[in-house]
């Protein structure tokens, strides 16, 4: 039996092979590489001295996943299959509900053709829009996202939610990210962005490289206490194995859950770049500079669901992810092309 990660080339998917396969799960990835590398696998492979069964497909081509359920017996599906990008998303809406809806749509499909029964989902804490409150509860309100890539998260969790209603089989977990950040302590894997990055911590590692010249904060006259944006960040090996421990509460659950995954603390954008320096001990030229359209102030979880529904909570902290981020962009300043 093997659980299937589509997207699981991706920076989190990666990241969660690895630490599947070293709970001792086999793994098969579907991807089509569109933003990742093959190089990826061979080193979670290298990491893990584990192989990985892979398929070079679109995940929302039926052909090509009926053709992969048929050949794998898939105890469960851990879908990151999605184009992420936010303001790509707002260039072009009609490419990504296209691409994020099918591709989810397909998957649900082949699941119910061979009989695969449990599916944890990659959301975000995107869903929750501009939240009422601090620190977020999955019972707060969601939708009000202020882009498609957003609305495509939060329209998948309630295409899953109707589906497990529909079929009592159905074991379905819906995790909300907040911000993922660092990279395996290995500096083998590790974020690889497309062009200039839009996240903080890849903008940060990027000046620290000499691939930028300065960090532009985003507004410091927000009310939070240095008036920067604050945010949860989260360790991606952390995430990760969140993801594990969601696995093993869909294989003996029905039902559909959503589920913070984040520490519960909040960090401004001047803690990020003074721990960065600080632990890494290179210096980040930055400039205050207007607020970015679409942001909020504050968003950090309640992670409480997470710990007593999964026995997880984050165990990394800020100086971890700084250190980490740092690592993997130091030893591969032009990701996988190394
Ligand atoms: C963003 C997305 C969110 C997505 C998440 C994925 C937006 C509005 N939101 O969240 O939908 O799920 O990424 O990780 O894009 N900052 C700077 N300078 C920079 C970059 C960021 O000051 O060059 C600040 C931002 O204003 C914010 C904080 O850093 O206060 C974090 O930004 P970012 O890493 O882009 O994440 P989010 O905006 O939280």
Redesign the pocket.
Known sequence: MSILLTGGAGYIGSHTAVELLNAGYSVVIADDFSNSSPEVIKRVEEITKKTVSVYRVDVADKAAMRDLFSHETIEAVIHFAGF?A??ESVKKPMMYYRNNLDTTLTLLECMKEFGVSRIIFSS???VYGSPERVPIEETDKTGG???P??WT?WMIEQILTDTAKADDTLSCVLLR?????GAHPSGRIGEMPNGI????????TQVAVGRLKM?????ND?DTPDG????D?IHVVDLAKGHVAALKYALDHTGCEAINLGTGIGY??LD?VHSFMRVNKVDIP?VI?P???????Q?YANPAKAERLLGWKAEKNLDDMCRDSWNWQKNNPNGYED
Do not use: E, Q, W
Request: glycine share 12%; net charge positive; charged share 10%.
């Open positions: 992420k936010v303001g975000s804490a995107t996202c202020s882009n890539y957003g998260k990210y907040f911000n993922p950040i990055p839009n996240n903080l911590m890849p903008y940060i960090l532009n904060v985003f507004g927000y920067t944006g604050v945010r960040y401004s954008v990020m930055f500079a607020r970015r359209g679409g942001d909020i102030a968003c």
